[in-house]
């Protein structure tokens, strides 16, 4: 009975994920190379707008590190129509609200608005794209902001210290060496030059994709794209990231002292971007040892009470990355026992493999997750803005479906050996007394 769920409920999904077809998404570029996706759904009386800019710290390189979320700071410090305070400030009046975050690949700014606000948000952020102020005394006021982010991050969070030590140790060329953050020095010493380039080169309409869903017509989407985004002028494309990771050649291992009062580690491993065909396995691997009380390495860890918690992170990304695991031991468990524990359940998935009962288990649970995320119009952009960023298409949206269905108790054991090596690993602990 219980070989028939999977079916039966991939049956249900596809019903009901035919709501949403790929010919919902209306698409136009402005003559600017601002590119449009459009999802009409007038299932409530309210809108989005994501902006998607190609644009984080994998851009930089040491001397300008952490200009991309920088720039995620300063877009809300005024522009020349609408002035210090004064987005936010209109953004509310209109019953709209917004936030934006920066990654290694990206940066997003998302817009939530009544739909009889949507001319007032083309407004504000084509004012923002187009004549943001990079006044001097606001960069020093912002400066001072960004450089005590970073402290207090490092002081209060056990996590971002271990992760800026782990991952400078992993990647040695690439520039997700360094944190999107920033380096402390660099931060201290851009120059009002790095900045105007900065901004000029990569805040360009034509290194943009925005997606609107929501109770809108596509074609007055487009009047206004054309009204207030189509005048901002194109640049010439960015110059591309081409620096590749060598191969790993040799574990790497770092240690972290910080007053905790239990030891974190955490554990990289080398894998591939999200467009690589292994993507899909990787990511029901990772939930087959982390997702939930009956996964491989909860119950290993956690309820034999050797860690108070364990997760993996298999994110996307524009170059090949790293799957991490996070394990924060019980304070009377060494760490090489979690370590030996963590190889030992990923040796026997490399050996053995899964049970088919949890593959159509985690199978379910994604087709879940999807199916929750592109329900929302809120889920609508932000999918459809990752697949075309991140896959290379928002179409391939509608194919993930099918492409987690397809993985296999093999692909699982393939790329778990794969990966998964010694030589491959980068190891770091963060305890409060490292000579111990």
Known sequence: MKKIIFPMLLFCMSITFAQMKVDDVKTFTLENGMKFLVVEDFSIPNANMYSFYKVGSRNEHQGITGLSHFFEHMMFNGAKKYGPKLFDQTMEFNGGSNNAYTTENVTVYTDWFPVSALETIFDLESDRIENLS???????????????ERRTGLENSPWRSLGE?????????????WPV???????KHWTQGD???????????????VVISGAVKTEEVKRLAK?????????????????????????????????????????????PEAKN??????????????????????KALVDSQLANG????????????????YVVSNQEVSTDTVEKTIYDVLD???????TEKELQKIKNQKLMEFYNQVETIDGKSNNIGTYELFFGDYKKMFDAPANFNKVTIDDVKRVAKKYFTKSNRTVGVLKANVEE
């Open 181 to 187: 953050i920033g380096y402390e020095d660099d931060m």
């Open 165 to 177: 030590a782990v991952q400078a140790t992993a990647f040695q060329e690439h520039p997700y060496h």
């Open 277 to 298: 065909d292994d993507y899909y396995a990787l990511d029901i691997l990772s939930s087959i040892l982390t997702s939930g009380n009956s996964s491989r390495l909860y």
């Open 227 to 271: 009204k207030y985004m189509e005048p901002i002028p194109a640049q010439p494309e960015p110059p591309k990231v081409f620096i590749v990771e060598p191969a790993q050649t040799g574990e790497r291992r770092i240690t972290v002292q910080k007053d905790v009062a239990a030891p974190y580690m955490m554990i990289g491993y080398h894998t």
């Open 310 to 325: 364990i997760f993996t992170d298999y994110g996307l990304s524009f170059d090949p990355y790293l799957f991490n695991f």
């Open 348 to 354: 026997k998935i490399k050996e053995e493999g899964i």
């Open 195 to 209: 900045l105007e380039r900065y901004f000029k080169t990569y805040y360009a309409p034509n290194n943009c994709v």
């Open 134 to 148: 990079i006044d001097p005394n606001m960069v020093e006021s912002e400066r001072g902001v960004v450089l005590s």
